[in-house]
Structures are given as structure tokens and as C-alpha cells.
């Protein structure tokens, strides 16, 4: 078991090192990375700004919740933007992205493979790798930047909601908190990590789909594995970065 682990692991490694290269070849494939794109875009915006809004919400009611007990309401809201724009969307989107998109590219391309279109491919003198991997890869990629900023905008405006409307917080005093404590490597981190999680998004739904085993069945489980694996790695690569990321860059004001 810890022998087909570490050869499954060993070939997700390689394949993300052949993503990576094959990104700089020609010819790039355009016109199906704009397709996946505009897909993955598609099924993902409405929910993320929908999950956001509650993310918010729950992360300023419970965070002014406790700076009241502390008596330190001023910082409410540096405090709570701070978890959102650091922690709370770089995970909604990669999980949205994972759970739609990438089960989805999962699936198409585990049919593709089950049909033998993969090596029918192959034979012609095409790699499967650059033809479908990386156009699908890089939208992943592009689509969790630029979600993450979505996310984190939604994510703001409905804490400071709750906490002015429900919790009797002031605006003053919840944007002074804010630019008070925040600092740009904060946005800059937060677009890293959904960067950084869209990729292993891509990588692990195309492993999956490029490796079903069984016909139509082995896809389904393909697709439920791959959404599992990239949690599971998300979650460690978030717990890293951020703990890099507080040794590096200093606190503002420290």
C-alpha cells in the first residue's frame, strides 16, 4: 500500500513537472484554453459570491463577538478582513474550483480516456499533455486569481454589514481597524494561494482523469477521488504557506 502510494505520488509530481514545461511550447492552444476558461468561470462565480457572503458574515459576527469580550471593538474590522482576504477566499475558491471545475475536467477527460481518444492521440504524434492538460490547467489558474478577488470584495462588504448592522459596530472605526492592521503582502499572499491552489486543482482532476481504472465506473470514482486528494492537499499547502508567510513578512506596525 505505502509502495503504490509513493508511485502514485511520484507520477501527480510528474505530470505537474510536464504541465509545467509544456506550458512553454508551441503551438499554445488558445481558442481551448478560452473555452475551459469561460467553463470554469461559468460554474463557479455565482456560487463563490453566494458562499462569501456567509463566510463573511460567520468570520465578523464571531470575530466581534470576541474582540467585545476583550474590549477591543476597534479592531473588528481589521481583524475580520484579515481572516477573509487571507484565509477564508483563497479556500472558497479553490474548493469551488475543485468541486465544480475540476471534477468536470476530471470526468471529460476520463471519458476521453476510457474511449481511447487519449491514445488515439498519441499514435497521430499528439501529446494529450499540451493538446488538453494545460489549457485546462492554466484556466483553473487564471479563473482562481481572479475569483480570489471577487471572493474577498463580497467577503468584506458582508462582515462590515453584520458587524455594523447587527453587532452596532461604526464604519469609522471598522475601516480605520482595517488600513490600521492590513498591509499589501496580505492581498498579495491571498492571490499567491489561490494561484498556487488552482494549479493543484488542475493537476490532481487531470491525473485522475488521465488514470481511471474499470470503464464508466472507474470514472465516477476517479472524479470522487480527485475532488478528496486536491481537499486534502489544499488544505496542507494553505497551513504551510500561511506559516511561512508570518515568518517572512513581519506584522504591520511590528
Do not use: H
Amino acid at each position: 500500500m505505502i509502495t503504490g502510494a509513493l508511485r502514485q505520488t511520484g507520477r501527480l509530481f510528474a505530470l505537474a513537472a510536464e504541465v509545467s514545461r509544456a506550458v512553454f511550447r508551441r503551438p499554445f492552444q488558445f481558442r481551448e484554453f478560452v473555452e475551459q476558461f469561460w467553463f470554469v468561470a461559468g460554474v463557479t462565480i455565482l456560487p463563490a459570491a453566494l458562499v462569501s457572503i456567509p463566510f463573511g458574515a460567520v468570520i465578523a459576527l464571531q470575530v466581534g463577538s470576541l474582540t467585545q469580550q476583550l474590549g477591543a471593538q476597534s479592531f473588528t474590522g481589521g481583524a475580520s478582513v484579515l481572516a477573509v482576504v487571507q484565509q477564508a477566499s483563497p479556500l472558497i475558491v479553490a474548493l469551488l474550483i475543485a468541486g465544480a471545475g475540476g471534477s468536470a475536467i476530471c470526468a471529460d477527460l476520463g471519458s476521453r480516456k476510457i474511449r481511447e481518444e487519449l491514445d488515439a492521440m498519441e499514435v497521430m504524434g499528439v501529446s494529450p499533455v499540451q493538446r488538453l492538460v494545460v489549457p485546462r490547467v492554466l484556466a483553473t489558474m487564471g479563473v482562481a486569481v481572479l475569483l480570489n478577488g471577487l471572493v474577498s470584495v463580497v467577503g468584506t462588504l458582508g462582515g462590515y454589514f453584520f458587524n455594523v448592522i447587527l453587532q452596532d459596530g461604526t464604519p469609522g472605526a471598522y475601516l480605520s481597524s482595517f488600513s490600521a492592521l492590513a498591509q499589501p503582502a496580505d492581498l498579495y499572499v491571498s492571490e499567491l494561494k489561490a494561484l498556487v491552489f488552482g494549479f493543484i486543482a488542475g493537476i490532481v482532476a487531470a491525473y485522475r482523469g488521465l488514470n481511471p481504472r474499470g470503464g464508466p465506473k472507474g470514472v465516477g470514482d476517479a472524479v470522487n477521488q480527485s475532488v478528496v486528494i486536491t481537499f486534502l492537499l489544499l488544505f496542507f499547502v494553505n497551513m504551510v504557506m500561511t506559516a511561512v508567510y508570518l515568518q517572512i513578512v513581519p506584522p504591520k506596525g511590528g
